[in-house]
């Protein structure tokens, strides 16, 4: 259920909410209220609202109830599916991870199924991510240690795009960043990289591999360094702080061979042979709060803008009020004064009346 209401108008309960600003976005389950801190746009709020609406772990029974699940599941989540697996396994995930991934046990499924899902023994946890058109399969062991760790991994794509919502799911995830930084990421040469990039990820999965274009997001790019003079795609090491590494010998990659490249440069780092530089900008989180504190930054100048504005006229009305209060006086003392001047002349004119009668008297 959506509803809106004029916070403006019903201050009492916006106060009730502890409503500052607007738009505020409150999810209430079971009439107690959360913050809300998803998506806005439609095309991303309505799959994200479905999602923390749906049950933790949602049993499918056959395999048609398989299919539906996958396609209401949409795109904008990795959808996790136990065969075979029991439920009480994956429920605490379910819980956990709510707020980021579709999770669910299949307690009937045909050979057919598996041929189709690319898995050929059971149990196993298929991890899909519609948004890549990838998945990962997981046959255990399934304790906690080891699911978790598969789980946390296969919540993002192999390689990783930078983006700010991108950014905000890898904050979690404490692997060692692998990036890349290309021109523009739409380029044939980029888009092959990349494709190399995810083979590298597949056998190296203690490292998160992205990449962000120049072109997509210079200001991030700008945080290490890059330059117009700047020779890309450029290959760094970055744990988020506000330190980064470069290895030794392969600063860029050579587009050319770019598998043997890859591979080299985390052999390099592997074995130490980097070289550490400082980010020009914030660390991590700190980007992250600095992006969301532009919108507030924007927001305060506007009101600064309006204060000083409303300032000026109204010392501009305050000054004009006094010249007026000022001009009004002056034209009062000058009346004041012609009216004593006026009054002395008639006494002066009562005196030489009454004294030119004296005088004829």
Known sequence: MLAKIDADKF?????????????????????????????????????????????????????????????????????????????????????????RA????????????????????KPALLAIRPEYNEQDIFYGPFEGEFLQEFIQQSLLPSCVPIRYETLKLLKDDQRPMVLTIVKDEMEDKSLQLIKT???????????????????????FVDT???????????????????????VSGLETLNEENLESEITRFV???????????????????????????IKTVYTIVVVVAVLILALNM????????????????????GQRQFDDASEVGTDNTESREFGTGKKED
């Open 11 to 99: 201050t009492s309960l916006a106060s009730k909410y502890d409503v500052s600003g607007y738009p505020t976005l409150k999810f209430f389950i079971n009439g107690f209220p959360t913050d809300y801190s998803g998506p806005r746009k439609a095309d991303s709020l309505v799959p994200y609202l479905k999602k923390l609406a749906g049950p933790d772990v949602v049993v499918l029974k056959s395999n048609s109830e398989v299919h539906e699940f996958i396609k209401a599941s949409g795109k904008k989540f990795p959808i996790f599916i136990g065969f075979g697996v029991e439920e009480s396994l994956v429920v605490d995930f379910g819980k956990q991870y709510k707020k």
């Open 102 to 121: 579709w999770f669910s046990v299949a307690k009937e499924i045909s050979d057919e199924a598996m041929v189709e899902y690319d898995f050929d023994k």
């Open 197 to 219: 990039l995810k083979a590298a990820a597949s056998g190296n999965r203690d490292l998160v591999f992205a990449y962000v274009g120049s072109k997509q997001w210079e200001e």
């Open 224 to 246: 290490f360094n890059v330059g117009r003079k700047t020779k890309l795609p450029m290959i760094i090491v970055w744990n988020g702080d506000l330190e980064y590494y470069s």
């Open 267 to 293: 052999e390099g780092y592997r074995q130490g042979r980097t070289i550490k530089q400082s980010v020009k900008g914030p660390s991590f989180l700190d980007f992250l709060y600095s992006l969301i504190s």
């Open 314 to 333: 109204s010392s501009s009305e305050s000054e004009g009020r006094q010249k007026s209060i000022k001009s009004r006086e002056a034209r009062l003392a």
